[in-house]
């Protein structure tokens, strides 16, 4: 970080934040962004994956009270299943 400063706000509540930055240009970029691809709606396989991941999910988390957290346990735990099932489908041979 270069520089951080705290402005006041409009709002009694909050403040607003700068934060200048400084970092080499020369970062490795990450995977990107996720995006699902629908086919694998009308994959079998990948049906019974999601079922699992979901059936495991419920067992794994059953200690979580907090119904949006768990929400977002759900979402990561299928997307991590989605990304791997479609790993495998890519290395697999084509018919």
């Known amino acids: 970080m270069k520089k951080t400063e705290i402005y006041p706000s409009i709002a ?4 607003t934040i700068y934060i200048s930055l400084s970092g080499s240009c020369e970062s490795p970029r990450g995977p990107g962004l996720w995006k699902f ?9 990948y049906d019974e994956r999601v079922r699992e991941t979901f059936s ?15 929400w ?3 979402k990561m735990e299928i ?7 479609t790993k495998y489908k890519a290395k ?4």
């Open 92 to 95: 697999v041979p084509r018919d």
């Open 79 to 85: 997307r991590n299943a989605t990304s791997s099932y």
């Open 72 to 74: 977002e346990l759900f």
């Open 12 to 15: 009694l509540d909050h403040n």
């Open 37 to 45: 691809n629908n086919t694998l709606l009308k994959d079998e396989e």
């Open 56 to 70: 495991n999910t419920v067992k794994y988390y059953c200690e979580v009270a907090n119904k949006g957290l768990l």
